[in-house]
């Protein structure tokens, strides 16, 4: 199945965009389905998220930093794994922001039935994620 790509504007300067969406400290901010984030290293964090009523924690690493260009993890660990990255391009010299984000999940054992069922359930929940970071972004303004 294909990777979901999803593409916002901010009126905010790449610098603050990326900084802001690429802090996982800061995913609770405006991901609605993320109880916490800890830090476990350099690059790697645990995000426990809510889903279907439980809370699931699943490790992830940062495979790419670029600010503030670019960035991606993996999950390295649990039945399902996503990965993720986010590209941040500049507007109106620098003024504005495009953000486009990619995910998709790796199944291991169990987790290969359950793909296509995350995969719309995160078709629903990252679009809304992605507009409330535009919101709190352009809010904060």
Known sequence: MAEL????????P?????AFA???????????????????GDS???TTRRINGTERTMTQE????DPPHGWA???IDGPIRPHATITVEPLDGG???RVTFTLD?????????????????ARKAARVSYDNLKQLLERDR
């Not at 790509?5 to 905010?12: F, L, P």
């Not at 790449?14 to 990326?18: A, G, I, K, L, T």
């Not at 940062?62 to 930093?65: A, E, G, H, I, P």
């Open 5 to 12: 790509v999803h593409t916002i504007e901010v009126a905010r």
């Open 14 to 18: 790449p610098q603050e965009v990326f």
């Open 22 to 40: 690429t802090d996982p400290l800061r995913f609770a901010d405006w991901q609605h389905d993320v109880a916490s984030v800890r830090m476990t």
């Open 44 to 46: 790697r964090f645990a």
């Open 62 to 65: 940062v495979t790419r930093l």
């Open 73 to 75: 993890t993996r999950g």
């Open 95 to 97: 003024a504005r922001s």
């Open 105 to 121: 999940f790796e199944g291991h054992g169990v987790g290969v039935p359950l793909l296509p069922l995350v995969r719309r359930q």
